[in-house]
Every structure is written in structure tokens, then in C-alpha cells.
């Protein structure tokens, strides 16, 4: 393993991240802390190590691929909501609706970017500058998207339920994660076992799902106390 060959594996995998980021941020009208921020986004990096190692345990007890990968995308979810639960929905900043869907999505791009520089270690290590380029370019546009879309309908349903009780909140996790897994695990399936028809369709309803996700953003920014 050379120097450089880590060196531009995470370049290329933390920029799609940082695109997003600065993407998505420019919706929150009042910016969370850069502290709050890092720790998040190195949070979601962080627990790429758990679903590493949960999922090659379910790699060596499930057999069946389509169970499989499902079960994979839900570990994936499960962690990173894990994650921004500790680092921040807990915290004193989560002080607004639209917080939530703000960190959910930083703890999505922590995860993609640690997962994207692994996907491209090994091309760049053997030399495949053009593959390294292709694996790079479809993960900006596929599965970096999966994760922040997947991960911010969590967000969006603990926005929603912000000024609600801590049982609508709970529903709401169980709601949102329910979402997040089948979207995460939708088009997993349809990468891996579809034609590249199939691939196609799964890239467009993952763009579509963008185009609502912003909508939803606006959605949470007029949520207000419930009258008494």
C-alpha cells in the first residue's frame, strides 16, 4: 500500500462527501456549529467500522443474496442512526425541527466517505485510473445520494415530530428507519441484481428522491408548537 495510492483514495472518496455537505447546509438558515458538524460527519465515518464487521458476520450466516443485502442496507442505517443520536440529536443543538434532517445527513456523508475511499483502494491500487474515475463518478451520483436520502428520512420524521411527545418520537424513528431501509435496500437490489435498465431506474427515483427531499426541507422549516 503506497502513500499516494491512500492518499488520492481518500481525496476521492471524501469529495463527493464534501459536495453534498455544502450542498445541503446552505438549507439550514441557522448553521449548526462547525464543532457539532465535524464530530458528526467523523461519527458517521466511525461507524463504518461496525457495519464492517456486523455485516461480514451476516455475509457468513445468510446465504440468501436478496435477505442478504437487505439486511445489509439495515445495518447501515441502524449505525448511523446510532451514531447521530449519541454525537448530536441528544445534543443541546438539536434546538430546531430542521436540525435533525441536517445532522442525519452529515452522519450519512461521514459514512459514504469512509465507504467510498474503500471502494476505490483497490482500483487505484492495481492501476485503473479510468475504473477508479467511472467507481467515483457513480458514487457521487448513486450510492452517496442513497445514503443521504435514505438516512435523512429520520430526520425528516423526528423534525416533524420535534414538538411532540417522547412516544411520537420513538414512532417516528421507527417510521423514518423503516423508510430509510427500504429505500437503502431498494436500490441495493436493483444495483446488484437488476440489468443496467434496471440500474438506470434505480439512479432516477434515487434523483427524484433528492428533488423531494428538498421539498421536504421546506416542509420542516414551517413546523411550529402545536397550539395548547
Do not use: Q
Not at 455485516?55 to 457468513?60: D, I, L, P
Not at 476505490?120 to 457521487?140: C, D, H, K, Q, Y
Not at 429505500?183 to 434496471?198: C, E, M, R, V
Amino acid at each position: 500500500m503506497s502513500a499516494s495510492t491512500l492518499f488520492y483514495s481518500m481525496a476521492c472518496g471524501l469529495l463527493p462527501s464534501l459536495i453534498w455537505l455544502w450542498f445541503w447546509l446552505r438549507e439550514d438558515a441557522n448553521p449548526e456549529p462547525r464543532t457539532m458538524i465535524v464530530a458528526t460527519f467523523l461519527g458517521g465515518t466511525l461507524s463504518v467500522i461496525a457495519a464492517i464487521f456486523a455485516e461480514k458476520y451476516v455475509a457468513e450466516t445468510i446465504s440468501d443474496p436478496t435477505l442478504r443485502y437487505t439486511i445489509w442496507a439495515a445495518v447501515e442505517e441502524i449505525v448511523k442512526v446510532i451514531a447521530v443520536a449519541v454525537i448530536a440529536l441528544n445534543s443541546g443543538y438539536n434546538d430546531e425541527p430542521i436540525d435533525a434532517m441536517i445532522y442525519c445527513i452529515v452522519v450519512a456523508l461521514g459514512f459514504a466517505a469512509l465507504e467510498n475511499t474503500l471502494f476505490l483502494f483497490n482500483p487505484l491500487s492495481n492501476g485503473e485510473v479510468a475504473l477508479s474515475i467511472a467507481t467515483g463518478n457513480m458514487r457521487f451520483v448513486g450510492a452517496t445520494l442513497v445514503h443521504i436520502v435514505s438516512t435523512a428520512t429520520v430526520g425528516f420524521a423526528l423534525g416533524y415530530a420535534y414538538y411532540r411527545g417522547y412516544f411520537a418520537k420513538f414512532l417516528a424513528v421507527v417510521i423514518g428507519l423503516s423508510a430509510a431501509i427500504t429505500l437503502h435496500a431498494a436500490f441495493n437490489l436493483s444495483i446488484i441484481n437488476g440489468t443496467s435498465t434496471d440500474t438506470l431506474k434505480a439512479f432516477s427515483w434515487v434523483w427524484g428522491a433528492a428533488v423531494i427531499l428538498i421539498v421536504l426541507f421546506e416542509e420542516i422549516k414551517v413546523v411550529k408548537p402545536r397550539l395548547s
